[in-house]
């Protein structure tokens, strides 16, 4: 009579040795990971500290020599001269910014739908000419832009920088638009032509509604790209009539002796909008961005 024998189980240092090497290379890759993210956030703080305490020095305090240190005394009369210089400047910015990004939001959620659900002859092609203007820098424009509007006798101001802004947002605007309309089902297309809805009524009543995180991800992307914008107000407007990136500049350069504190100072207050919109609504951007990428 035989005995049937059962493999005996392993023991147990050697479980424990396996799952310790297993759990040894996850330790370092978090550790990694982490030492990564602290070098990154310092990257971005550092230069955010030294605005800080910059703009609270007073003008002997300042110093390039004394760039890490805090201030000997704190002076907050670096933000009043700043804002004395940037309040009208910033109040026109926001008029440019507000139209420009709705106007280029509309219009390239329309080239957006159209391009991607209306089929006709050259649709592709017309569709290629327009992500041109995505790769076109700014410098390669300036020269004819600026002889077209002398040409056609429009105004340096705020209006003229609008419509550049406008015209120079739908090609990624409509990049935008027609990524994220090809991700919608064409069901929901067909069921609205079934039920009598043209092209106009598809698009207002159905594709519209449902469109919100791509304007989100657009009217951020155009804020952004107009707040920041210096090349297109400096031929386009004035010191008098120009956004808030114009008069920054001549803040910088506006005395003899560099006012270290009053540009820092200077350049929170016209970089505060943008964080602020960034705070509040990033994570919407990248939600938006991520919504159009896979097929519905």
């Known amino acids: 009579m035989t005995?049937?024998?059962?493999?005996?189980?392993?023991?147990?240092p050697v479980a424990q040795n396996r799952a310790g090497a297993s759990a040894a290379p996850t330790r370092i890759s978090v550790a990694i990971r982490y030492l990564l993210l602290i070098v990154s956030l310092a990257a971005v703080l550092i230069p955010v500290y030294v605005l800080i305490i910059t703009s609270f020095?007073?003008?002997?305090?300042?110093?390039p020599s004394r760039t890490w240190y805090l201030p000997q005394v704190w002076d907050a009369t670096n933000w009043g001269r700043a804002w004395d210089a940037l309040a009208a400047p910033i109040g026109r910015t926001f008029a440019l910014v507000i139209p420009s990004s709705i106007l280029s939001a509309i219009l390239?959620?329309?080239?957006g739908f159209v391009l991607s659900r209306w089929r006709f002859p050259g649709a592709n092609t017309v569709f290629t000419l327009i992500l041109f203007g995505v790769f076109i820098p700014y410098q390669a424009v300036m020269i004819p832009l600026l002889k077209i509007v002398l040409s056609i006798g429009l105004p340096q101001g705020i209006p003229t920088?609008?419509?550049?802004?406008v015209v120079y947002g739908i090609p990624v605007t409509t990049l935008i638009f027609r990524n994220y309309y090809e991700s919608v089902p064409q069901e929901l297309i067909e069921a609205s032509r079934v039920d009598g809805a043209g092209m106009l009524r598809t698009y207002f009543s159905v594709v519209l509604p449902i469109s919100i995180p791509s304007f989100v991800v657009v009217l951020i992307w155009q804020f952004t790209a107009a707040w920041n914008d210096f090349l297109f107000a400096l031929f386009l407007t004035n010191t008098e009539t120009g956004p808030v990136t114009l008069s920054l500049n001549n803040l910088a350069n506006a005395s003899i002796m560099a006012d270290y504190g009053g540009s820092m100072a200077g350049a929170l207050l016209a970089s505060a909008p943008t964080l602020i919109v960034y705070i509040l609504l990033g994570k919407y951007f990248v939600g938006g961005l991520m919504s159009g990428s896979v097929k519905g």
């Open 3 to 12: 005995t049937a024998t059962t493999p005996a189980a392993p023991s147990r």
């Open 57 to 63: 020095k007073g003008p002997a305090d300042a110093d």
């Open 161 to 165: 920088l609008i419509l550049a802004h």
């Open 108 to 111: 390239g959620s329309m080239n």
